[in-house]
Nanobody, 131 residues
C-alpha cells in the first residue's frame, strides 16, 4: 500500500513562495505518476501539476504554468511543488496523488487532471495566500 504525506502548507503574502512536499512510503516511485491537486472551498478539485517519475515528464495547469515547478528526490521518495509568485486565488488545500503508470500514459492530453485517475491520496496541506 502506497502512503502519501504532504507538508509545507502555510500562510503567505501575495507574491511570496512556498515549497510543498509529498513523502511516499510503501513503494519505490518508479513507474508512478505523482500529481498535485488543490481544492478551494466551494470549488471542484483541480489538477495543478503532475510528474511521471521514471520519464521525468511534467505537466502543469495553465493557471500555474511558469510559477509552479514539480520535482522529485528519488532517494527521499519525495515529490516537491515549488510555488512562486503566489496569488490570492492559489489559496486551497493541496493534495498529492499517485497512480501506477508504466509506459507514461499521461504524456499527452489532460487525463492527468482527472482525480478519478489516481488510486492513492494524501491528507492535504493548507495553503493560504493573504495580505
Amino acid at each position: 500500500q502506497l502512503q502519501l504525506v504532504e507538508s509545507g502548507g502555510n500562510l503567505v503574502q501575495p507574491g511570496g513562495s512556498l515549497r510543498l512536499s509529498c513523502a511516499a512510503s510503501g513503494y519505490t516511485l518508479e513507474d508512478w505518476t505523482i500529481a498535485w491537486f488543490r481544492q478551494a472551498p466551494g470549488k471542484e478539485r483541480e489538477g495543478v501539476a503532475s510528474l511521471s517519475i521514471s520519464g521525468g515528464i511534467t505537466k502543469y495547469a495553465d493557471s500555474v504554468s511558469g510559477r509552479f515547478t514539480v520535482s522529485r528526490d528519488n532517494a527521499k521518495r519525495t515529490v516537491y511543488l515549488d510555488m512562486n509568485s503566489l496569488k490570492l486565488e492559489d489559496t486551497a488545500v493541496y493534495y498529492c496523488a499517485a497512480v501506477f503508470s508504466p509506459g507514461h500514459p499521461y504524456t499527452y492530453g489532460n487525463s492527468w487532471t482527472v482525480p478519478d485517475e489516481y488510486d492513492y491520496w494524501g491528507q492535504g496541506t493548507q495553503v493560504t495566500v493573504s495580505s
